[in-house]
């Protein structure tokens, strides 16, 4: 993913990430990669690929189910993930493919994705920008 | 931001925001803080989470913080709120994502002049014996009929698996088995994580260590806990691992809609996600935190048999075995009775880094404990002092919680980006204390500058009565994953 398309905020405790993205598709795929690479991720070996579908009330929710549940494959088939396509989304519901590969390593544990101070507005350029706060 | 003028001074360790202060609050705010402590304390968003606290339905007194206080989602880590049963909440976000973390320490009968040349030894032996760090699997896979079991029983059924034993129960804070668990109400997503995952220590601030009582101040206690200047004692800190994560990721889920639609419960934070305690929806999470309490009781449980197991294979009998001085939460709910207006009233505690501490008398600590006051078991932050300390009847006003720890005042990525792991562990070296880790940016995370001074919180917490510092314990051999 691109640098300059999420910045790790100040936090005293626990890691906060910005992600901004021109659609609601650059933010979902934008959190998951931004998500892995704050915590230091990496993969190795073949490529893997997992099917996805996550439900939520609203947007906010969505994005904040759609990590936890990426968490919790992660965790429970030791994956790190990279990709998120083809991808579909709307405001309730995201359905796509994981891409990932078997973890190498991995220098925090992310114990949740929360939605203390979770913030998604459109800014000046008409880009979403998401913050949202992981407890680690 | 809180001005300070509008924080009251009750006495040297106490401080009050009134319930005027905002008008949402439903009861004051008090904080247990050093005057020196009070100061820092306004750095991060501490005490504006602490008067959110303070807006919960069904909170009674005060909405408590200890002087570990510091930022954290929801509540603050540190925080405490008395929720009554009969018409307040519970809430998932008030209890965290690493359900039932918290403390074990186990004894032996040896002093360190008689292991010293061996620690190199036994440290290297618990590294191997205890899978350690960031996607490491238990030693045991468990079956569905196993995993529901750990859920429902705790400790009582690695005792009939052969991984305990009569004195590791009674050691333990709810003799290891919260009885209100059903293994029905956690998903197949939260069990399958963590039927991989028993015994394990997971990374972040989790560690073993072993120390030496290099102080006792209460010699009355300290002979009741068996304790005694020169010891040897390891301690242990981890939680629930990937199956509290989930327990608390999928009642978030449910609850915010919930808690936003169907109850219509205002709260200053989405992250509190609470319904009533008496709702069905309610009950169920408080029986699904229960299993991973119980869970996580387990997994201290099964580290220490690993850890008896390596002690035996170095030492023999001839130092005789470990045995557990005790094991508590420090991130949990539980349900207690208290005299409010003169009346028996049932509370539904919630401690997010905060330990309960009961005094003497108290019904549910150990018989051999009960004229003391039950062991309270405090880390302090990497190649620093860690404490036990003794419950006292003086805490009935903190719902007996006292402090967890020494509280962060540094992200681990700032921490990382500040100081070196390897310099840290030359340093260790330099005190003579023994690092086994895998990673040095993990030794980098929980570098001493990252949280604020134990010592400090301790006398904090000995001062106002919380609890009663009783032995100071000094790190010979620190083991960390990755």
New interface residues.
Partial sequence: MKKNSFR?L??????KIKIRGKNKKEIISGAMSAMFV?A?FSGKGKVIKREIIVK??DFA?LL??FL?HV??LS??Y?EVYSRLEPLKIDEKRVKGTLWGQK?SK????I????????KIKEDKNKHLCATI?F?? | MIPQKEIIKINDFLWEIPRFFRKDMRVPVRIYLSEEMFRDCFRDRSLEQLINVSTLPGIQKYAIAMPDIHEGYSSPIGGVAAIRAEDGIISPGMCGYDINCGMKLLKSKATEKEIGPFIEKLAAGIQQAVPFGLGRESKIKLSDKQINGVLKDGIEFLMKEGYAQKKDLENCEARGKLIWADSSAVSSFAKNRGKNQLGTLGSGNHFLEVQRVDKVFDDKIARAFDLFEGQIVIMIHCGSRGLGHQVCTDYLREFIPLMEEKYKINVPDREFACVPFNSSCGQRYFSAMACAANYAWANRQMIAHYIQKTWMNVFGRSLGELTSLYDVAHNIIKKESYMLSGKETELIVHRKGATRAFGPKNDEIPEQYKSVGQPVLIPGSMGTASYVLAGQESARESFFSTCHGSGRVMSRHEAMRRASGYKIIEELKEKRIIVKYHNARSIAQEAPLAYKNVDEVVDVVHNAGLSKRVAKLIPLAVIKGE
């Fill in positions: 790790i100040r936090h005293p405790a626990d890691l704050s230091g939520a009330p929710s904040v189910s936890s968490l919790c965790d429970l030791k973890i991995q220098d925090l544990i114990k949740g994705a929360t939605f203390h101070d979770l706060l407890d680690t």
